[in-house]
């Protein structure tokens, strides 16, 4: 689906739109960066690739029942939606597709730091898992489960610099589902857990009904936590069919040997995070328990983070 062209300048009311996100762009939708024209308010726009609405809305539907500080905050729309919803259509734009603002974030998204890195420091990433474990354990709370945890979908409140408070935010519930919409194949295979794979791979019903809803969400978290302390995706560097194969028959380096310093209390949560058995994996609540053993957790970071990508 082509994208709607929108330029810098562009007015999407109430905001005038100042960049277009790279990253955000193509597919449903794309990410805009606007301010608001009297109070120069800084914002992030989701705006549809077309005129059909049914896939922002299902997301602004879910966006407005949450309300955690490590979870992106869908802002009010200045006018009544038909929908009830926080959403508009963008008048100024050719086709009005529809829109949402959320708030902006200052930082850049984690895997801007992660890919084509060795890694990032142990104390940082542990602070980052931490809060993403807290917003995983209050979206489960609501009967959301993301189901498209990865580096992208982790954006900072603040850059990675001296001084700057730890502090990400999940965002994208655009493929976000209760628990009764987990035989979609959406998502990003590379963190899908084996048997979220089997069912997209074909298999047969039974498989479908091992599925325990929070632990996908787990095993994602897990993979992510396994490329941000070792720069590279334990499944990764394969084609789609290599991929799947090596997700099902669990082969994979582990993160000591791809990274020495990293510490034994850190791989062990890595793999148990992604374990191939969705009942050995631990609860969002575990995660938070066990992180806050670690006696290197950091607040702020002590030194710059270099961005590699952006």
Do not use: C
Request: proline residues 7%; aromatic residues 6%.
């Amino acid at each position: 689906m082509p994208s709607i062209q929108i330029k810098r300048g562009a007015e999407i009311y109430p905001y005038v739109v100042d960049a277009i996100m790279p990253m955000g762009k193509g597919g449903m939708s794309q990410i805009l960066i606007a301010h608001e024209k009297n109070q120069q308010l800084k914002v992030a726009i989701k705006i549809s690739n077309s005129d059909h609405a049914e896939a922002l809305r299902s997301e602004a539907t879910i966006l407005q029942k949450l309300d955690h500080p490590n979870v992106i905050k869908i802002l009010p729309s200045p006018v009544a939606s038909k929908y009830g919803l926080p959403m508009m259509r963008a008048l100024n734009i050719k086709g009005q597709p529809w829109y949402f603002a959320m708030e902006y974030l200052d930082g850049l998204p984690l895997s801007s730091y992660v890919r084509g890195s060795k890694g990032l420091p142990e104390d940082v990433v542990v602070s980052i898992i931490e809060k993403m474990a807290l917003a995983l354990e209050y979206i489960h709370q609501k009967q959301i489960i993301h189901m498209d945890m990865k580096t992208e979908n982790i954006v900072l409140r603040y850059p990675l610099k001296k001084g700057q408070l730890i502090d990400p935010v999940l965002i994208d519930f655009g493929v976000a589902a209760k628990a009764k919409d987990l035989q979609s194949d959406h998502g990003s295979l590379a963190f899908m857990p084996p048997e979220r794979v089997q069912n997209v791979d074909g298999q047969s019903a039974p498989e479908i009904a091992r599925i325990d809803p929070p632990k996908v969400d787990v095993y994602g978290l897990g993979v992510l936590l396994y490329e941000t302390m070792t720069g590279r995706l334990p499944f990764g560097g394969r084609d789609k069919k290599g991929l799947t194969t090596a997700i099902l028959n669990h082969v994979f380096t582990r993160p000591r040997v791809v990274r020495t310093d990293i510490s034994e209390r850190m791989e062990g949560l890595i793999l148990d995070m992604i374990d191939a058995d969705p009942v050995r994996r631990p609860l969002p609540a575990d995660i938070v328990t066990e992180t806050r053993k670690f006696s290197n957790r950091l607040t702020h970071i002590v030194s710059d983070i270099p961005i590699l990508h952006h």
